[in-house]
């Protein structure tokens, strides 16, 4: 399948020391991740990825390593059949972009939070505005 979550042709697959679950989506031409419930997180298809408008946006959990102008995602800045993903120990997750024939790294960007660190959940969130 195509939606969040479903795969088409699935080539390889990668953990990070976090537990975060990579998943090259080959024919859907991106890269999906799975929190270590198996739960969707989100998924990637290059350097950035097109917002409804067409725009693009910078992902807030994989961040390229090198600078890319805000603007039109051309195709070649757009994955092309990824067939393999690992993850070394520095969170930088390489991606093997076959149909552009190169090799695309990232590096997750993260903080740890400690049990203290994080607020209890809310039973009736409510926001104001002035």
């Known amino acids: 399948g195509s939606e969040k979550g479903e ?3 699935p080539s390889s697959v990668a953990v990070d020391n976090h537990g ?5 989506d080959r024919q859907n031409n ?3 991740l799975f929190n270590k419930d198996g739960k969707y997180i989100q998924s990637f298809h290059g350097n950035a990825s097109l917002s409804k408008s067409g725009q693009t946006y910078i992902l807030a959990n994989a961040v390229t390593l090198r ?5 039109d995602v051309e195709k070649t800045q757009l994955l092309d059949v990824p067939m393999t993903v690992r993850v070394d120990d520095d969170f930088r997750l390489f991606v093997t972009d076959f149909g ?3 090799i695309q790294v990232y ?3 993260a903080i ?10 809310m039973r009736n969130p409510i926001l104001f505005t002035t």
């Open 20 to 24: 975060d679950i990579y998943v090259c």
């Open 30 to 32: 991106r890269v999906q």
């Open 67 to 71: 600078l890319r102008a805000m603007g």
């Open 100 to 102: 552009n024939h190169r």
């Open 7 to 9: 795969f088409d042709r």
């Open 112 to 121: 740890e939070l400690s049990q203290d660190q994080i607020a209890p959940e």
């Open 107 to 109: 590096k997750k960007d």
